[in-house]
T-cell receptor, first 114, second 114 residues
Framework: DAGITQSPRHKVTETGTPVTLRCHQTENHRYMYWYRQDPGHGLRLIHYSYGVKDTDKGEVSDGYSVSRSKTEDFLLTLESATSSQTSVYFC?????????????FGEGSRLTVL | TQLLEQSPQFLSIQEGENLTVYCNSSSVFSSLQWYRQEPGEGPVLLVT?????EVKKLKRLTFQFGDARKDSSLHITAAQPGDTGLYLCAGANAGGTSYGKLTFGQGTILTVHP
């Protein structure tokens, strides 16, 4: 158990509304990631963070922003949700001292945009 | 952009059969990881292979990293219904600028029938 909590676990929203997903970790690891999972695409990196206030874009960052004001929290925001952002979102951490980049994932947040 | 091609995408077999899942790329990775994911949960790390030609065994699962560190395979002997799930390969690059980012394959959905 890597002490990762995602909230909300399920959300249904309408096109054009803002949505924020939260990832909370209890072990103070430096690296945190947001991935989305869609059928046939595996997991694709949206944004990642390598420290407080240090974030960068992944391969599918358009339409998403992130913030990390504390080590333990990494927020993913959809400023104006679209139907193409319907997906399952996973937060992950890389444990400090891990030599090969192994990730530990939260349980996911299922987002439906109508 | 690095890509990992995973095959087959779907695999449906009977209990007791053997199977192999492949993960191929034109890029070299410093390490390759295999994850297993069950419905409603996040991926869970099974193994990491780091050295070209490395073979690791985890009970009935055998993982191999190609000599050139561009490909990997997962072989399951005498599959059981409990092996059912989504299997994902993921490649990592070492280095100060990689920040532990992983490139994931599309996944293989394995169903083992009793």
């Amino acid at each position: 158990d890597a002490g990762i909590t995602q909230s909300p676990r399920h959300k249904v929203t309408e096109t054009g509304t803002p949505v924020t997903l939260r990832c909370h970790q209890t072990e103070n690891h430096r690296y945190m990631y947001w991935y989305r999972q869609d059928p046939g695409h595996g997991l694709r990196l949206i944004h990642y963070s390598y420290g407080v206030k240090d974030t960068d874009k992944g391969e599918v960052s358009d339409g998403y922003s992130v913030s990390r004001s504390k080590t333990e929290d990494f927020l993913l925001t959809l400023e104006s949700a679209t139907s193409s952002q319907t997906s399952v979102y996973f937060c992950a951490i890389r444990k400090t001292g891990g030599s090969a980049g192994e990730l530990f994932f939260g349980e996911g947040s299922r987002l439906t945009v109508l | 952009t690095q890509l990992l091609e995973q095959s087959p995408q779907f695999l449906s077999i009977q209990e007791g059969e053997n199977l192999t899942v492949y993960c191929n790329s034109s890029s070299v990775f410093s390490s390759l990881q295999w994850y297993r994911q069950e419905p409603g949960e996040g991926p869970v790390l099974l193994v990491t292979v780091v050295t070209g030609g490395e073979v690791k065994k985890l009970k009935r699962l055998t993982f191999q990293f190609g000599d050139a560190r561009k490909d990997s395979s997962l072989h399951i002997t005498a599959a059981q219904p409990g092996d059912t799930g989504l299997y994902l390969c993921a490649g990592a690059n070492a280095g100060g600028t990689s920040y532990g980012k992983l490139t994931f394959g599309q996944g293989t959905i394995l169903t083992v029938h009793p």
